[in-house]
């Protein structure tokens, strides 16, 4: 589960204040210990906020 709040926070670039350290953490230390493919993650991540925030616009 720790790796999983890691992972999620360097994907979001929140862990660190630079990008390449984030990066760094999500691609080559946290995702391989969640046996999962981080670009993957991030690229659903991101489909998931663009539908919500579409769903957001349309409601207001």
Excluded at 13 to 42: C, E, H, I, R
Excluded at 53 to 60: A, E, F, N, P, V
Aim: charged share 15%; aromatic share 18%.
């Amino acid at each position: 589960m720790g790796f999983f709040v890691l992972t999620h926070e360097a994907g979001h670039n929140t862990l660190f204040k630079s990008k390449w350290l984030n990066d760094f953490v999500y691609k080559w230390l946290t995702a391989p210990m969640d046996f999962f493919n981080g670009k993957a993650y991030m690229l659903s991540t991101w489909s998931i906020i663009v539908r919500l925030g579409m769903l957001m616009i349309q409601i207001s």
